[in-house]
């Protein structure tokens, strides 16, 4: 039985046109307890059209008359998974203040406003490049955030780029991610197990396994599970790699939360 999924798009994303009552359709038929709707809300990247402009009071709204529509049958969480970049910190969060949110997810998807899936980042940068300032960014990211729960996908750099742009250069920027780790626990801030990985065929989920063993052997504890879902169908998807994964190292529980506070529940 799956508990949650706590990384889901909707109609209100600018990659998404899924339906939310697909969404809880197929959310109930997997017997969750509890789902994240987490829309993007984005800021200052070169070429973001107006698609990419969440609505946030509207956006607020339908979630909120959804939680409550379907109150008895799962509790549906507002959330949102905001693109930070160092400069936009003002400017993110006083737009998250506004609204009365469950669940941030902060991720790193545009490096000095470029997004990382366009490609332009790859044409100056070869690989080792490319993941050093990815990485140095996220550190300055999650030293200057302070309203997130969990940091999403947070080695997906290897998504873009093509075949020399995969695999992690994890030992190489151990230093650097070792500072991002300390700094999220010292924070009280979470990381996503984001299964999406194994549907853009890297055949892992974010982060690989060897930081999120680092992450618990430094004292992390709070962790989500998402998929990452812009159509209901991968709702859920390869959940149970990540709990069997999560039980094999001692990890006992993943997070919900309510009211940005973490609520620990058990993996069946």
């Not at 909120?64 to 799962?74: A, C, G, N, S, T």
């Not at 790859?122 to 490049?129: L, V, Y």
């Amino acid at each position: 039985m799956l508990i949650n999924d706590y990384h889901i798009h909707s109609e209100f994303s600018g990659d998404s046109n899924e339906k939310l009552d697909k969404i809880v359709k197929k959310a109930l038929e997997l017997g969750m307890e509890d789902i994240a709707i987490t829309d993007h809300l984005e800021y200052d990247i070169i070429g973001m059209t107006d698609r990419w402009k969440l609505k946030l009071d509207k956006y607020a709204k339908t979630i909120l008359e959804y939680k409550e529509k379907y109150k008895d049958k799962i509790d549906i969480k507002l959330g949102v998974e905001i693109g930070i970049q160092p400069h936009t910190r003002e400017y993110l969060e006083k737009e998250v203040e506004k609204y009365p949110f469950d669940f941030i997810i902060a991720s790193t998807h545009a490096l000095d406003r470029h997004d990382i899936a366009m490609g332009e980042l790859q044409k100056h940068r070869n690989k080792d490049q490319l993941q050093k300032y990815y990485f140095e960014t996220v550190l300055k990211n999650v030293q200057d955030y302070n309203n997130f729960s969990v940091y999403g996908h947070i080695d997906f750099i290897t998504r873009y780029g093509g075949e020399q742009y995969r695999g992690l250069n994890y030992k190489e920027n151990l230093d650097v991610i070792d500072e991002i780790l300390k700094t999220l626990i010292s924070k009280n801030k979470g990381l996503e197990i984001n299964t999406s990985g194994y549907r853009y065929q890297e055949n892992r989920f974010y982060p690989c396994t060897d930081l999120l063993k680092r992450y618990f052997e430094l004292g992390g504890e709070i962790i989500t599970i998402g998929s990452d879902s812009h159509v209901s169908e991968y709702i859920g998807k390869d959940f149970d790699i990540a709990y069997d994964f999560l039980k094999s190292i001692g990890v006992k529980y993943i997070c919900s939360f309510d009211k940005l506070n973490p609520v620990f529940k058990t993996i069946k």
